[in-house]
């Protein structure tokens, strides 16, 4: 990658997020974008990662490595800007991850019917442990 590129894509996030905080894009029927001050952003890049997008992420882009090493956050606090830039990898596990059995009997409300999903009641209360949340 190269920094000084117009094809950084990080770079390329931060210009979308100043040009919207001065009002240069307007919603498709032409009304202007308005945010506050402390509007939160979140960008967000997948990608292809090889060694050298690893060394240009932390050690020219400041990122953090995030516990999994599949991908990397940093804050630009004056932007109001949390960006993540993640493997695809990571896009795909994390996705199965979040579609899976236990983790769907997660999310049902306690006292609800399980039934249907072969899953007792007692197994239910207990699938936060068993899949480490």
Known sequence: MNPSSKDDPVQQIIRYVNNIRKGKYK?????????SENTPFYGYI??????????????????????????????FGNNSLYMEVLSW??????????????????????????AATGFSSSMAQNCYRSVGL
């Not at 990662?49 to 690893?54: D, G, I, L, R, T």
């Not at 992420?57 to 090493?69: A, H, I, R, S, Y």
Request: proline content about 8%; hydrophobic content about 30%; glycine content about 6%.
């Open 46 to 75: 997948m990608c292809e990662v090889s060694e050298k997008v690893k060394e240009w992420l932390q050690f020219e882009k400041d990122f953090t490595p995030m516990p999994d090493g599949m991908g990397w956050f940093r804050l």
């Open 27 to 35: 919603t498709p029927k032409g009304r202007q974008i308005r945010v």
């Open 89 to 114: 990898e990571k896009v795909l596990r994390d996705a199965e991850m979040r579609n899976s059995e236990p983790l769907r009997v997660c999310r049902r409300p306690f006292g609800s019917s399980y």
